[in-house]
T-cell receptor, first 116, second 116 residues
């Protein structure tokens, strides 16, 4: 069965510092991978996605992620964080059955705290 | 594009009562998904529709849960005989899916259910 692991429950970063959030997945086929962000009281917003091709993908708000098949990882990065980046971040993998793409399997999330 | 909408945003009910939530997807999206998110966890996939057909429902949490999408537009999720363990955020998402190709899911703001 597919699974997503986000090993860091909380991460604290100083404003202006770089950020890397880790994500490892377990899935037997070529994965479709996503990062979503959830701010308090807000819905999930898609930051970026990997379907195929270039393993370094760019997203919104200055985020990027790199797909590494050999490590089963899809880590999210940002060179310089802003206070408004404080939120919950979820990594997800899309799963498949006979009917095509199905639902997303999410990790438990990483809570990002920004220090002034 | 008005986004995915969900109604109500909050629902408080007594244990044993039935509740129904509504989701209106982005108008041109043919796929609609339901997820449940409990505190401190990532969203958990429940079921999805392609047009009016419910293609996956084995992940619904119990036979007290059911979903419909009668005309391939809006969807409802019903929970019968609610239990305190049903307290959670219920999220709806939609996507455009053609010929087995995946497109990203867009999430609504969710309905927060509290069972007392």
């Amino acid at each position: 069965a597919q699974s997503v692991t986000q090993p860091d429950i909380h991460i604290t970063v100083s404003e202006g510092a770089s950020l890397e959030l880790r994500c490892n997945y377990s899935y037997g086929a070529t994965p479709y991978l996503f990062w979503y962000v959830q701010s308090p009281g807000q819905g999930l917003q898609l930051l970026l996605k990997y379907f195929s091709g270039d393993t370094l993908v760019q997203g919104i708000k200055g985020f990027e992620a790199e797909f590494k098949r050999s490590q089963s990882s899809f880590n999210l990065r940002k060179p310089s964080v802003h206070w408004s980046d404080a939120a919950e971040y979820f990594c997800a993998v899309e799963t498949y059955s006979g009917g095509g793409a199905d639902g997303l399997t999410f990790g438990k999330g990483t809570h990002l705290i920004i220090q002034p | 594009d008005t986004g995915v909408s969900q109604d109500p945003r909050h629902k408080i009910t007594k244990r044993g009562q039935n509740v129904t939530f509504r989701c209106d997807p982005i108008s041109e999206h043919n796929r609609l998904y339901w997820y449940r998110q409990t505190l401190g966890q990532g969203p958990e996939f429940l079921t999805y529709f392609q047009n009016e057909a419910q293609l996956e429902k084995s992940r619904l949490l119990s036979d007290r849960f059911s979903a419909e999408r009668p005309k391939g537009s809006f969807s409802t999720l019903e929970i019968q005989r609610t239990e305190q363990g049903d307290s959670a955020m219920y999220l709806c998402a939609s996507s455009a899916m053609t010929s087995g190709t995946s497109y990203e899911q867009y999430f609504g703001p969710g309905t927060r259910l509290t069972v007392t």
